[in-house]
């Protein structure tokens, strides 16, 4: 299989608006734009995968068949306007012990088990979440990151973000510039 890139995207705060440990349904609501952005890099025939941490199923808040709900709501939202993500990993651990759980991001557990499931070039990939532990993988990882402010992203993480010059105001910015790149034949940096 040969190795391409994907735009990795963290769920909640950057697809859908973080509501804290997100057990229902008909709580899912958008981002504005959001189906539009990653319909275009469904369009550029760039894989879209989710990684997300989902501790609310270890800490018993909401049960996988929660999740499950949650996840058909986003695809049934995303499928109205024209897009679709490729597949979607979590980490259902708390982060009581993070040393003992290699999924939780920051860690890369999740994005290397998606590289070797779809054949996917990590370090050629692009990164985009609300949170700094979105975007440390694409360091770790060689790749590009993109943090994306969010009402749930803490100050720091976006100080942080601005001091290397991460920071995109939405994830249709963050789409542009990957379809440019992906156009353009460079990479962005």
Known sequence: ???????FLDRDGTIIHDVEYIARAEDVRLLPGVAEAIGSLND??????????????GRGYFTYEDYERVQARIGELLGAGGAHVDATYICPHPPANPAACACRKPGVGLFEQAAREHGLDLAASWYAGDKWRDVEPALTLHGQGFLIPA????????ERAQRIGLVRDSLAAVAQEIIATLTGGQRAR
């Open 1 to 7: 299989m040969t190795s391409r890139p994907a735009a």
């Open 44 to 57: 550029a025939r760039l894989p879209v995968i989710v990684v997300s941490n989902q501790s609310g199923i």
């Open 151 to 158: 009402s749930s992203t803490p100050s720091e993480d976006l």
